[in-house]
């Protein structure tokens, strides 16, 4: 059973910053993708950010030019570097890791709360 474990969540004034980790049970060569997804109050989870195992990397619109997503796979942790922080960024991150063999699979965290007030 895959675990995923995300941390780094809190409270941020507006324009400051915040490092989201992501800790996986096992390898994260084992994974085709692994992303940050975020969840806010009343809305659809939507994806944020995602780099696949050749670390070829993805960005909601939103993220562009102010979240880096990168990956220490000798951690086997994935990070979600967040700066520019503005209020519409208050969510819950979940972070989130995908497989295709044997078939499509996809594990999630638990979720850590990001708040950004004005």
């Known amino acids: 059973q895959v675990q995923l474990v995300e941390s780094g969540g809190g409270l941020v004034q507006a324009g400051g910053s915040l490092r989201l980790s992501c800790a996986a049970s096992?390898?994260?060569?084992?994974?085709?993708?692994m992303g940050w997804y975020r969840q806010a109050p009343g809305k659809q989870r939507e994806l944020v950010a995602a780099i696949t195992s050749g670390s070829f990397t993805n960005y909601a619109d939103s993220a562009k030019g102010r979240f880096t997503i990168s990956r220490d796979n000798a951690r086997n942790t994935v990070y979600l570097q967040m700066a520019s922080l503005k209020p519409e960024d208050t969510a819950v991150y979940y972070c989130?890791?995908?497989?295709?063999?044997?078939?499509?699979?996809?594990?999630w965290g638990k979720g850590t709360l990001v708040t950004v007030s004005s």
């Open positions: 096992r390898s994260i060569f084992s994974f085709n993708a």
């Open positions: 989130n890791a995908k497989t295709i063999f044997p078939g499509p699979m996809d594990y």
